[in-house]
């Protein structure tokens, strides 16, 4: 696909279903956040098979189930719980209550997929921690915006095969639209657990997954509350300097102020620069092209690259989990990586300044 000094880098194949239907059985639980039907719809991709559905709401329940008409719905946790079929979990509760949740699914013996933010607080990460290695089971998080973003899978395995040398430095930008209709919850700094852990959890994560890195500094971190006092829990913008352990840096932006003329949700880039070359990422628009998403854009020493990497790469995550959790082994995400981007991103939170003039409080 590319070339450069005699090497050409290329797409792996589009991954396929890696188990046949009703050998990898899993359920939804907890469905405060819409992102559970991108995680089931991605797992049901790569061979799973849904058979529960339970949330005390009747309605989310029956929102779910018209996406999902084959899906059993269960009267309580307990009928999920004690179901010997069930392999997985997959879970997008309030942010606050991910923990919990997952404790439960796996003190019953199952691996747990939960929606990001993981957690929100220090004390959670340590009770996860502890019960990863206790039951043996997996705590598998959805970060979404490199796991589920065909150019970003893309640009991961052009750096793993060399394309820009090492990576020194990346750039996570994650601006969204705050429309309207959204929870109490979500108002809630307690409950969705702060800009940084939320959204920012994203490029936490895509910084560690990108640089190679296994652990990280906060350098510096700030929130605000800049347009929005009618909710003051709400911090509408945040950003935080990053130095990792192999000693590459990065640089998070997260914030809700996504204008109404943009066509999608989010004008969400990243920038990831090495000693041979950059990446730039358009995941979601290339403004005011109509070309819609996954844009990637290389720059080495033959030329500037333009792809669009729609189609061409697929999400293969969600088979690799999979076969982690029949075979017990990492190849999709290590629990490592995935606790230490969310340790990043409550750190952030908890040491971020509150910028003058916002109406945010310090938790």
């Not at 890195?213 to 945040?238: C, K, R, W």
Request: charged share 20%.
């Amino acid at each position: 696909m590319l070339s450069a000094d005699g090497a050409t880098y290329a797409p792996a194949p589009m991954p396929e279903p890696v188990v046949a239907p009703g050998e990898f059985v899993i359920a939804a639980m907890h469905l405060d956040h819409g992102h559970i039907y991108g995680m089931c719809e991605a797992l049901i991709g790569a061979g799973a098979t849904l058979k529960w559905v339970y949330d005390p709401d009747p309605m989310r329940v029956a929102d779910f189930h018209r996406r999902f008409p084959g899906v059993r719905v269960a009267r309580a946790e307990a009928e999920v719980l004690d179901d010997p079929e069930v392999r997985l979990v997959a879970g997008a509760a309030i942010a606050s209550e991910r923990c919990a949740l997952g404790l439960r699914v796996m003190d019953a013996g199952k691996d747990y997929f939960t929606d990001k933010a993981p957690l929100t607080t220090l004390d959670q990460l340590a009770a996860a921690r502890e019960a990863t290695e206790r039951t043996g089971r997996k705590y598998a998080v959805y970060y979404a915006e490199r796991i589920h973003v065909e150019a970003a899978v893309l640009a991961g395995q052009l750096i793993d095969q060399g394309a820009i040398g090492r990576v020194l430095h990346v750039d996570g930008f994650g601006p969204h639209r705050l429309g309207t209709g959204r929870p109490d919850w979500f108002f809630e700094r307690e409950r969705y657990g702060g800009i940084l852990c939320d959204i920012g959890s994203h490029n936490f994560e895509q910084l560690l997954a990108f640089t190679g890195a296994q652990d990280g500094e906060i350098v510096s971190a700030n929130i605000a509350n800049y347009a929005h006092p009618e909710t003051p829990g709400l911090d509408d913008f945040g950003d935080a300097h990053v130095v990792l352990d192999n000693a590459a840096t990065g640089y998070v932006r997260v914030d809700w102020f996504t204008p109404g003329g943009l066509s999608t949700w989010g004008d969400g880039r990243t920038f990831i620069v090495g000693t041979e070359g950059f990446i730039e990422l358009r995941k979601y628009a290339n403004l005011a092209t109509g070309e819609g998403p996954g844009h990637l854009f290389l720059v080495d020493g033959e030329g500037e690259h333009h792809i669009n990497a729609t189609g061409t790469v697929g999400y293969p995550f969600f088979g690799q989990l999979i076969l982690d959790c029949l075979e017990r082994t990492e190849t999709a995400m290590t629990q490592a990586h995935a606790f230490k981007a969310a340790e990043l991103s409550v750190v952030a939170q908890l040491q971020a300044r509150v910028l003058a003039g916002a109406a945010a409080e310090r938790r």
